[in-house]
C-alpha cells in the first residue's frame, strides 16, 4: 500500500511537471510560427520588389526598343530618298522647323520637322505621314566632301524617362547619284 500512496503523490507531480512542459513547448512553437511568418513576409515583399523593378526595367527596354526601331526606319528612307535623288536637293529653315525638298523625276519628296515630329510627303500628295515621332531634334544638312556631297541627318529623340544615361540620337548619311 504504501508503494500505492507513493504513486499517487508522484503522478500529481509528474503530471505537474508534464503539463507545465506542454504549456511552454506550446508557447513557443507559437512564438516560432510568428517568426517564420514574419521572415517569409519580408522575403515576399523583397521579392516583389524585385519582380515588379525588373518588369518596369523591361518596359522601359520595350519603349527604348520601338522608338530604335522606329528611328531606324525612317533613316533608312531618308537614305533610300536621298539617293533616288534625280536633281539637287534643297533644305529650307525658318522659325516653325526646317523642310527638306528631294526632287524624284517629276515630283518631289518633302521631309518637315515641325513640333516634335518629323513628317513626309510627296509633293503632289495632300497629306503629311508622320515617319518619326517624339523628335527632340532634327537637322538634315549638306555635308560637302573631297569628292561627292554627301547629306546627313542627326536626329535625337526625347527621352522616356527623366534621367537617362545615353541620349537616344542617331546620325543618318547618304550620298545622291551624280546629276549632271
Not at 61 to 77: F, N, T, V
Not at 130 to 144: E, Y
Amino acid at each position: 500500500m504504501k508503494s500505492a500512496i507513493r504513486n499517487p503523490q508522484s503522478a500529481t507531480v509528474r503530471s505537474g511537471v508534464s503539463a507545465t512542459r506542454r504549456l511552454s513547448v506550446a508557447g513557443y512553437m507559437l512564438f516560432e510560427c510568428l517568426v517564420y511568418i514574419s521572415v517569409l513576409m519580408i522575403l515576399l515583399g523583397l521579392g516583389f520588389g524585385a519582380f515588379y523593378s525588373c518588369w518596369d526595367k523591361s518596359k522601359s527596354l520595350r519603349y527604348h526598343a520601338d522608338d530604335i526601331s522606329r528611328a531606324l526606319r525612317a533613316g533608312e528612307q531618308w537614305r533610300a530618298d536621298i539617293r533616288g535623288a534625280t536633281g539637287r536637293i534643297v533644305a529650307h529653315t525658318d522659325d516653325d522647323g526646317q523642310m527638306v525638298e528631294i526632287p524624284r523625276g517629276t515630283n518631289a519628296i518633302l521631309y518637315v520637322f515641325t513640333a516634335g515630329e518629323v513628317s513626309r510627303k510627296l509633293a503632289s500628295a495632300e497629306h503629311w505621314t508622320v515617319v518619326l515621332p517624339k523628335v527632340n531634334t532634327s537637322r538634315m544638312h549638306a555635308d560637302p566632301r573631297t569628292r561627292v556631297t554627301a547629306w546627313r541627318w542627326d536626329v535625337e529623340l526625347v527621352p522616356t524617362r527623366a534621367q537617362v544615361r545615353i541620349l537616344p540620337r542617331f546620325t543618318f548619311e547618304a550620298v545622291p547619284p551624280a546629276v549632271r
